[in-house]
């Protein structure tokens, strides 16, 4: 995470999120500015992963499980009507998830 100046100035460099062997990957937004993040051990031999949700000061709010055996890479939510879905993907088993939240995805046009 980086703290950004009214210039667009970065500065403060620091890691808000760490897991020694499992490695970040997609990153998706909410409304309320969460950040969810893909993470996974890169090992299609014994797959491992989770998706991990940081609130927009980078503090802990909930570890998700994701199916058995999986390497959760990229996710984002729909648009619209769809917009409190979770997409989900996955690199051993080339799967796409959805998952329903209670929140909303952020994007832009």
């Known amino acids: 995470m980086y703290d ?3 210039n667009g100035n970065v500065s403060n460099g620091r890691v808000i999120y760490r897991d020694d062997g499992i490695n970040g990957d997609g990153m998706a937004m909410d409304t309320d500015g969460n950040l969810y993040v893909t993470m996974h051990n890169a ?3 014994d797959p491992k992963g989770y998706i991990v949700v940081l609130d927009p000061k980078g503090v802990f709010i909930e570890k998700m499980a994701v199916p058995e055996r999986s390497l959760p890479s990229n996710l984002g939510f729909g648009r619209g009507a769809d917009a409190s879905s979770l ?13 329903q939240t209670v ?3 952020l994007y832009w046009d």
Do not use: E, F, S
């Open 103 to 105: 929140r909303r995805g």
């Open 4 to 6: 950004l100046d009214a």
């Open 43 to 45: 090992n299609p031999k």
């Open 87 to 99: 997409y989900l993907t996955n690199l051993v088993q080339w799967r796409l998830w959805r998952i």
